[in-house]
């Protein structure tokens, strides 16, 4: 079985402050994925990663950075976490990108930005 | 206009009713189609997928692609409590990104 984690469930931080949202996938996918999601939005993605050290902006990457050092480890950085950073956080990994692209997705984190 | 559209919900049926799920979508490039099921404080999975036109039947589940309409549909029969989930329609482009609709609420009732 595929295995997604995330560091955590629920993170609440202060406006301004530098925030790491961390994923580890055990089945050495290739492609990795931050998404968020907001009511009525859906998933968006914000980036995703094809190998390790590589990135490629997705449809929201304004404001975020991410870090991708180990192929199992995919890091999303909040530099200076602002109010409308506010939402749920989806990590997800998958095989190829080639055809249906399945993804499997952690069970989320939920980013309070007060 | 959102490429993909989905109506939020939530649909509220009773136990033994049969759902009807869709999404409408723009872009006609889209050839493969999926359904993710989403449980409360989890993250999607893949439920259904279908590539290009046509039906895809999985147990209680049917997955329909009616690409000159643009419409997709998601079918639960004998719909149970445990269906009780949001689902979100994802569509793609041969070589591009997932793009996903904003996903239905459904609630099964006992």
């Known amino acids: 079985d595929v295995k997604v984690t995330q560091s955590s469930r629920y993170l609440v931080k202060r406006t301004g402050e530098k925030v790491f949202l961390e994923c580890v996938q055990d089945?050495?996918?290739?492609?990795m994925f931050w998404y968020r999601q907001d009511p009525g939005l859906g998933l968006r993605l914000i980036y995703f990663?094809?190998?390790?050290?590589?990135?490629e902006k997705g449809d929201i990457p304004e404001g975020y950075s991410v870090s991708r050092e180990k192929k199992e480890r995919f890091s999303l950085i909040l530099e200076s976490a602002s109010t409308n950073q506010t939402s749920m956080y989806l990590c997800?990994?998958?095989?190829?990108?080639?055809?249906?692209?399945?993804?499997?997705f952690g069970p989320g984190t939920r980013l309070t930005v007060l | 206009q959102k490429e993909v559209e989905q109506d939020p919900g939530p649909l509220s049926v009773p136990e033994g009713a049969i759902v009807s799920l869709n999404c409408t979508y723009s872009?006609?490039?889209?050839?493969?189609f999926m359904w993710y099921r989403q449980y409360s404080r989890k993250g999607p999975e893949l439920l259904m997928y279908?590539?290009?036109?046509g039906n895809k039947e999985d147990g209680r589940f049917t997955a329909q692609v009616d690409k000159s309409s643009k419409y997709i549909s998601l079918f639960i029969r004998d719909s149970q409590p445990s269906d009780s989930a949001t689902y979100l329609c994802?569509?793609?482009?041969?070589?591009?990104?997932?793009?996903f609709g904003g996903g239905t609420r459904l609630m099964v009732k006992p």
């Open positions: 997800a990994s998958s095989l190829s990108l080639a055809g249906r692209n399945e993804q499997f």
């Open positions: 089945m050495d996918h290739e492609n």
């Open positions: 990663s094809y190998d390790v050290k590589m990135k």
């Open positions: 872009n006609s490039a889209f050839q493969y």
């Open positions: 279908t590539y290009s036109s």
């Open positions: 994802a569509m793609k482009e041969a070589g591009n990104m997932l793009t």
